[in-house]
């Protein structure tokens, strides 16, 4: 990952007058969407840039050790070798930039990494995911306890209704909190944008995540009943974008929930270079929180190396 974000002082009277002009972000958002997207070899260019950035994902009540090796095997080997031999690609060690797995499945993911000679990361999602309601002590034992199992990144749920009612130096010491107990571990923080009512407040709790340091922001759980959309994205980036003009720190930038098809993927990376450049198409600064993504794109790689659509059972999870 990038280098870390330590971290300012909260600057509450900049908090207090951030105002988001929500007309002009609906409009940027509908000219991101309008634009042309790369076809045949830059389109599968751009579609395994996307697959090195994807945190693969299973959150689920049912996932056990056996799902969680699967979900570790499919990462490490993302696309199908005879297809990246295609498209001579097959040295380039193309894999995702991580697994994201629930706090108890860590032990599993590292294990099974460790065992097939990976240097994956584990990230965990942690601090009472998905709500955040959970005592504080208890969601910083829970951050502990993924780091001791080997997670070496930490994605961390705000509590919402800090953001809700305003209390923006009380979620600030909580994400401090948090980030102390990560250790070494890289702290990506999750804003659940869908329940945050406005832009204003989207843009405001990703300044206070970042001051707190952040060393991504990101959109949403999944569980949410509105989470990835681009003109929340595009306020995030903008908060990111100032956020680095004001300190020299680059902080990462993570969508998630509901990105399934190759064709969404394609925009949000270039919303990604359009609004924080080329720097940040990397899996340093950008993340894609997915979990069915991935069987997407390697269709559509299928269809570009075969000129055939793959049926979906040729091409399973793992």
Same mark, same amino acid.
Request: glycine share 6%; aromatic share 8%.
């Given at each position: 990952?990038?280098?870390?974000?330590?971290?300012?002082?909260?600057?509450?009277?900049?908090?207090?007058?951030?105002?988001?002009?929500?007309?002009?972000?609906? &409009?940027?958002?509908?000219?991101?969407?309008?634009?042309?997207?790369?076809?045949?070899?830059?389109?599968?260019?751009?579609?395994?840039?996307?697959?090195?950035?994807?945190?693969?994902?299973?959150? *689920?009540?049912?996932?056990?050790?056996?799902?969680?090796?699967?979900?570790?095997?499919?990462?490490?080997?993302?696309?199908?070798?005879?297809?990246?031999?295609?498209?001579?690609?097959?040295? &380039?060690?193309?894999?995702?930039?991580?697994?994201?797995?629930?706090?108890?499945?860590? $032990?599993?993911?590292?294990?099974?990494?460790? $065992?097939?000679?990976?240097?994956?990361?584990?990230?965990?999602?942690?601090?009472?995911?998905?709500?955040?309601?959970?005592?504080?002590?208890?969601?910083?034992?829970?951050?502990?306890?993924?780091?001791?199992?080997?997670?070496?990144?930490?994605?961390?749920?705000?509590?919402?209704?800090?953001?809700?009612?305003?209390?923006?130096?009380?979620?600030?010491?909580?994400?401090?909190?948090?980030?102390?107990?990560?250790?070494?571990?890289?702290? &990506?923080?999750?804003?659940?944008?869908?329940?945050?009512?406005?832009?204003?407040?989207?843009?405001?709790?990703?300044?206070? $995540?970042?001051?707190?340091?952040?060393?991504?922001? &990101?959109?949403?759980?999944?569980?949410?009943?509105?989470?990835?959309?681009?003109?929340?994205?595009?306020?995030?980036?903008?908060?990111?974008?100032?956020?680095?003009?004001?300190?020299?720190?680059?902080?990462?930038?993570?969508?998630?929930?509901?990105?399934?098809? $190759?064709?969404?993927?394609?925009?949000?990376?270039?919303?990604?270079?359009?609004?924080?450049?080329?720097?940040?198409?990397?899996?340093?600064?950008?993340?894609?929180?997915?979990?069915?993504?991935?069987?997407?794109?390697?269709?559509?790689?299928?269809?570009?190396?075969?000129?055939?659509? *793959?049926?979906?059972?040729?091409?399973?999870?793992?």
């Amino acid at each position: 990952m990038s280098a870390r974000n330590p971290g300012i002082s909260l600057d509450l009277e900049y908090i207090s007058k951030i105002k988001v002009n929500t007309q002009t972000v609906l &409009k940027r958002a509908q000219h991101i969407q309008g634009q042309k997207i790369p076809t045949k070899q830059w389109q599968a260019a751009w579609l395994l840039k996307a697959v090195t950035c994807i945190d693969l994902t299973t959150l *689920a009540g049912d996932d056990t050790p056996s799902n969680i090796q699967r979900l570790c095997l499919k990462a490490i080997q993302p696309v199908e070798y005879k297809l990246l031999k295609k498209m001579d690609m097959h040295d &380039k060690e193309v894999t995702t930039a991580a697994v994201c797995v629930y706090p108890s499945r860590v $032990a599993d993911a590292a294990k099974l990494l460790e $065992a097939a000679k990976s240097t994956l990361p584990v990230a965990s999602v942690a601090t009472g995911f998905p709500a955040g309601q959970t005592p504080l002590e208890t969601r910083l034992q829970e951050v502990r306890m993924a780091v001791a199992d080997g997670a070496t990144e930490i994605d961390i749920v705000i509590n919402r209704t800090l953001a809700l009612t305003g209390q923006w130096e009380a979620m600030f010491d909580e994400i401090r909190q948090f980030r102390m107990v990560c250790g070494n571990a890289h702290m &990506k923080t999750i804003l659940a944008v869908g329940e945050l009512g406005t832009f204003t407040n989207v843009y405001k709790a990703s300044m206070v $995540a970042m001051m707190a340091g952040s060393d991504f922001i &990101k959109t949403s759980t999944g569980k949410e009943a509105i989470n990835a959309t681009y003109s929340v994205a595009i306020v995030m980036a903008r908060a990111i974008r100032n956020y680095y003009l004001f300190t020299g720190y680059k902080v990462g930038f993570k969508p998630a929930g509901g990105i399934r098809t $190759a064709q969404e993927c394609l925009v949000w990376l270039n919303l990604i270079k359009e609004e924080l450049g080329n720097d940040w198409l990397c899996p340093h600064l950008f993340r894609l929180g997915a979990s069915s993504l991935l069987t997407d794109i390697e269709r559509q790689l299928y269809h570009h190396v075969t000129g055939q659509y *793959a049926a979906y059972d040729e091409l399973p999870m793992a």
